[in-house]
């Protein structure tokens, strides 16, 4: 792959953007959010509801284990994150992006309105943390493949000089669908009384996930196939084998990736996840005002990660990841003695000043990741090693939270365990020589080494 990168002066110039690129950006954040969402409902009424609608019984004599259990819930769908990265990545290197976006949508969406139709351990016993589990396995799979199509659909779409502002687009998708999650929950806390709310209510938002992906099925259905993808065909050999050829030649980077995306996914599950649930059953704060706030901070981060993704276009995409890291090591700490405080205010400012940090060390990934390899493993890299490093995450980050809490009793505990790992991910990314425009393409790269000198 080449590392060429254009004059610095190419990426102050502004781009007007056409029809297409549009609808590549509408599809890619649609998708995503919708996606997100189906992951974040769960997510949230696992640390509310599911302990003790479908595990109660698991840990009846301890409801500490019960509500550990139903958070270890949440980790389970990433351990098979990476097989849906390697089918969907392999599948995507050779079919298409567009195909597996709209596939990877339907499934996940799927899932989730199956489990808002889900009978419970009192209807069923034993059966309904089973049927919930696959469930979740299945989120967990069509994730791993959903991540990586967006962001190149986006990416190789982009103008060199607005790699990161386009990339950022379907890294907005995160917030949007907390957004969209915490904001329905928050409604119907409102709305329902806690008793209809655990018979009933905690339903609505998974049904309600029916609707979205139909909408996200037509405006992804309308988006064009990514011209690099396009270029990859007319050239591609039948013998090749993209995800051979990945571990072959770029396995550094497949750890390099999920290394620098460990510590702002554990954190974003902290938000996402634990903050609400330790501050609710732990500190004894009404539920609708943390929600709200947890609202307001998801509108903060979407705020953050697309001024980070813009910004990475011009100081670069390593440098406004250390950003993001150094705020987040800055922040942690201070965070959960202002939580502690059991003040309203006090949390939303903690969560809202910790999304500066989440936004800048997400928002420039989509266009890194895509810069640091080549065409043909492209989506397998940039899947399998979000995919990987959303398990170092996030994927028990809740769960651990809440054992360091059992064991220590101290708040701040966890948040030196977000520091530990954020220290590992700044690591990580200073090992990355920077990619900002590198070419992503076939043609251009095939003509630069046709001109060069022969030895």
């Known amino acids: 792959m080449s590392t060429t990168s254009p004059p610095a002066a190419a990426f102050g110039k502004r781009h007007r953007m056409n029809p297409e690129e549009r609808r590549v950006l509408a599809g890619t954040l649609v998708g995503t959010s919708i996606e997100w969402y189906d992951f974040f409902i769960y997510a949230s009424a696992a640390a509310l509801i599911f302990g003790q609608l479908y595990f109660q019984p698991l840990g009846a004599e301890n409801p500490a284990l019960t509500q550990l259990i139903s958070l270890a819930s949440i980790g389970i769908s990433f351990l098979f994150r990476p097989l849906g990265a390697i089918v969907a ?115 609505i938002p998974f049904l309600v996930s029916v609707l979205l992906i139909v909408v996200g099925y037509f405006i992804r259905r309308a988006v064009d196939e990514s011209p690099v993808f396009k270029e990859l065909l007319e050239r591609r050999r039948e013998s090749s084998a993209p995800l051979v050829q990945l571990f072959k030649t770029n396995s550094k980077q497949v750890i390099q990736c999920a290394l620098i995306f460990m510590g702002n996914n554990a954190a974003g599950y902290l938000l ?65 003695l202002l939580i502690d405080t059991a003040n309203i205010w006090l949390l939303g400012l903690g969560v809202v000043v910790m999304t500066v940090g989440l936004g800048f060390a997400y928002g420039p990934m989509s266009a890194m990741y895509a810069e640091m390899f080549p065409v043909q493993v492209r989506y397998s890299g940039v899947s399998i090693g979000y995919a990987l490093g959303a398990i170092l995450g996030g994927a028990f980050a809740p769960m651990v939270a809440q054992a360091l809490m059992d064991t220590t009793g101290w708040s701040p505990s966890v948040g030196i365990y977000i520091i530990v790992l954020s220290l590992i991910s700044i690591i990580a990314v200073t090992t990355v020589k920077e990619p900002r425009g590198t070419n992503l393409r076939i043609k251009e790269l095939k003509n630069e080494q046709s001109s060069m000198p022969s030895h």
Not at 279 to 286: K, Y
Not at 298 to 326: C, P
């Open 89 to 203: 990545g392999h599948l995507g290197d050779r079919i298409g992006r567009k195909r597996m976006l709209v596939f990877t949508l339907v499934m996940m969406g799927g899932a989730t309105a199956l489990m808002g139709l889900l009978p419970t351990y009192a209807q069923i016993g034993v059966w309904a943390p089973v049927l919930l589990i696959l469930l979740r396995i299945l989120q967990g799979f069509s994730a791993g493949g959903e991540w990586g199509g967006a962001a190149l659909m986006a990416v190789e779409h982009a103008p060199v000089n607005r790699r990161g502002l386009f990339g950022a687009y379907p890294q907005i998708g995160v917030p949007v669908g907390m957004l969209m999650a915490s904001g329905m929950l928050t409604l119907l806390t409102l709305m329902l009384t806690p008793e209809q709310f655990a018979a009933w209510g905690w339903r």
């Open 272 to 336: 996402i996840a634990f903050v609400a649930s330790y501050a609710t059953r732990e500190l004894g704060m009404e539920r609708s005002p943390v929600l709200l706030m947890t609202t307001i901070a998801a509108a903060a981060w979407l705020v953050t990660t697309i001024w980070s993704g813009s910004l990475s276009d011009r100081i670069g995409r390593v440098r406004t990841f250390q950003i993001g890291y150094a705020a987040l090591i800055v922040w942690m700490v201070p965070l959960f």
